[in-house]
Each structure stands twice: as C-alpha cells, then as structure tokens.
Nanobody, 129 residues
Framework: QVQLVESGGGSVQAGESLRLSCAVS????????MGWFRQAPGKKREGVSALFIYPGGTNVYDVDSIKGRFGISLDNAKTTMYLEMNELAPEDTAMYYC????????????????????WGQGTQVTVSS
C-alpha cells in the first residue's frame, strides 16, 4: 500500500523560498509517475512538477508557470521527493499535494489528477506580499 506524507509548508513572504518534502513508502512498481499538485480555494487541482521514475533514471516534467523557480528531485533511495520552491509569489498560495501511482507522466499528467491513485494529505503554502 502506497503512503505519501507531505511536509515543509508554511507562511512566507513574496520572494522567499520553501522546500517541500514527500515521504514515500509502499511503492512496488518499477516505472511510474510521481509529482506535486496544488489547489487554491475555488480552483481546480493542477499539476506543478512531476517525475517519471523508471529503472534507468528519472525524467522531469513541469509546467510553464513554475519553470525557472521550482525544482523537483528524488533522493537516491527513492523514499523522499522534494519540491524546491524559489521566488515565491502570492499566486503560489495553495495546498500542495504529493501524488503517485499513474503509470506514466506524458503530456497530460498535470491536468489528470484523477488518474493518480495515491495522494498525501497536503501541506499548506501561503505567500504574503
């Protein structure tokens, strides 16, 4: 049974940085997509950044709104996934979720949260101007 636990959220001012962590356990598949989503009040849950993890390595997928500011990574043991968030802005305010279990990322991952079977409880990020 896959379990995901997010941590690292908090309240910061615009321009500051945060690093989110996702503790991962129970994954048995050798190739799968795992990433970060966020959801602000009244808005649809959207993908932020993801990794396609396979025996040969990892491929990074991200969205235009965070390119150059956020960085996703995975530790060598594949037990912790990180999201380094730099140059935070008020529009980044949201609940951030770790998700896993989709068999692939591809071009559609960020808009198909429904296809990820495994989710954490989320960690709140609030950015003040």
């Amino acid at each position: 049974q896959v379990q995901l636990v997010e941590s690292g959220g908090g309240s910061v001012q615009a321009g500051e940085s945060l690093r989110l962590s996702c503790a991962v356990s129970g994954v048995t598949a050798s190739s799968y997509c795992m990433g970060w989503f966020r959801q602000a009040p009244g808005k649809k849950r959207e993908g932020v950044s993801a990794l396609f993890i396979y025996p040969g390595g990892t491929n990074v997928y991200d969205v235009d709104s965070i390119k150059g500011r956020f960085g996703i990574s995975l530790d060598n043991a594949k037990t912790t996934m990180y999201l380094e968030m730099n140059e935070l802005a008020p529009e980044d305010t949201a609940m951030y979720y770790c998700a896993a279990g989709r068999g692939y990322c591809g071009n559609t991952w960020s808009s198909r949260a429904d296809e990820f079977p495994n989710w954490g409880q989320g960690t709140q990020v609030t950015v003040s101007s």
